[in-house]
């Protein structure tokens, strides 16, 4: 009986409208007919028939939401593809780069391994400069702590420690340098491992 009765008001409402009706089912599954979609079940899948009875449009806002979902993924993979592509692009670009360098500044094997000797020479002597400085300043400490030791003069005394709190911030500076000296020629070690190798490459 209810569902003569339900079939009965959908064709009342088919016979009075032109414009179209919407079809739902509410949680119950009780079927629906009328010309606005209640916002209870704006949310949910409802259609939209015209006068004859025949579905024109099918509204799934879970579908739709999924379909977005896997869209974004599908978008989101694709940019991520696109990123891969972008750094072996730039991979490529800077090994070109190099090789060009390389080519262009060393005639021969030999050429370049002068370059980098030379280089890391001229930091190893720069290193035995400052440690023989470091020798000396470090003797001056000393000297200087024992003039302190021995003075019974404020003013006197006061100098002295102003000039050994100096030269030991010398002393750091000069040892900060050799440790980033020490550094320097670990890199260029390693670069010319790097270099030498790519260049027999490049010239075989």
Do not use: C
């Amino acid at each position: 009986m209810k569902k003569i009765l339900v079939l009965s008001t959908a064709l009342v409402l088919f016979s009075s409208s032109y414009a179209g009706l919407y079809r739902w089912v509410d949680d119950t599954g009780e079927v629906h007919y009328s010309d606005k979609v209640p916002v209870s079940a704006s949310q949910k899948a409802h259609s939209k028939i015209d006068k004859h009875g025949i579905t024109r449009k099918t509204v799934d806002p879970n579908a739709q939401k999924k379909e977005q979902e896997e869209l974004n993924e599908l978008i989101q993979q694709r940019k991520e593809r696109e990123r891969l592509v972008l750094e072996k692009r730039k991979a490529r670009a800077k090994i070109e780069k190099r090789d060009n360098y390389l080519l262009l500044r060393y005639e021969n094997e030999g050429e370049l391994k002068h370059y980098f000797e030379n280089k890391i020479k001229l930091i190893n002597g720069n290193s035995t400069i400052l440690k023989t400085q470091n020798e000396i300043l470090n003797k001056k400490v000393v000297k200087l702590e024992k003039e302190r030791s021995a003075s019974n003069h404020k003013a006197t005394t006061e100098s002295l420690e102003r000039k050994i709190v100096d030269v030991n911030e010398t002393i750091r500076q000069y040892e900060k340098a050799l440790i980033e000296n020490d550094m320097e020629v670990i890199k260029l070690s390693k670069a010319y491992k790097e270099d030498y190798q790519r260049f027999s490459e490049l010239t075989q």
